[in-house]
């Protein structure tokens, strides 16, 4: 694996994360974005991540320094993918969005560059021919707060080259993850084909009345030993997230249970702007979440 120079195309919430967490482990990393507006903004987000890397990392201001070195920025997308080994996609989560950017991105990387997307929901067989290069086109998706939940997991298609895919293998493990082969394309991966049921059915029984959620948490806390559970981890991955994805759900199979769902999370927490970590109050307020309290589950 001779990667040295990685494009992140995307600022978001996993793309200035992914792009941290690169350069703090020595890669040159180029942040590209739609605008230099976009871009200022992921500046004060790493600002905000290098003290989350010390507390947690224990990081030292030397290490961070570094960190800020190996990072540059750029709306050109032609400039931002001229000496890239490898681009890791983080655009929107909108299939017309990523082949747009694909087709853009086509025509201005060099033929070394391979193209990684981060999508959590789309399989990279939909985009392999787009751009152009499907022998050197994969997956490789991380979970929020990556510094933390260190997985990558990485999933080829059909026409994936395999050394492609190992070197992919070989560069989550260079940047501090722990890399999760796929061998096969499976929508979701290996955490959401997990974790989506689990959300699911804990929404089934709050909306069904059955349980409100710090008891629906509690049980699956003191049952499993997790240290949170599902609707604490709805507001970590954002309301918004679950909502958009029972929409889609409840519009392409009239399922009344996804239905009821959708209705009750826009009325209690889309429509009053709750929606989890991001805006500090969701089934929990934060900073100081119920279910961390140490009385919690007594």
Known sequence: MNYKNITI???GVLGYQIAFQTAFHGFNVT???INDA??????TKFNTLSEAYKLDLNATQEQLDK???N????????????D???LIEAVPENPKIKIEFYEKLAKVAPEKTVFATNSSTLLPSQFADVTGRPSKFIALHFANTIWIHNTAEIMGHATTDPKVFDELVAFAKAIGM???PLHKEQPGYI????????LSAATNLLVHEVADPETIDKTWMKATGAPVGPFGILDVVGITTAYNIDKIAAETTNDATKIKTVAYLKENFIDKNKLGVSTGEGFYTYPNPAYKAPNFLK
């Open 9 to 11: 195309a995307g600022s």
């Open 31 to 33: 942040v590209y974005d």
């Open 38 to 43: 976009v871009l200022e903004k992921s500046k």
């Open 67 to 69: 960190t800020y070195k």
């Open 71 to 82: 990072l540059q920025y750029t709306s050109n997308l032609a400039e931002a993918v001229k």
């Open 84 to 86: 890239a080994d490898l």
């Open 178 to 180: 722990l890399a999760l």
């Open 191 to 198: 955490l959401n084909s997990l974790l989506v049921p689990l």
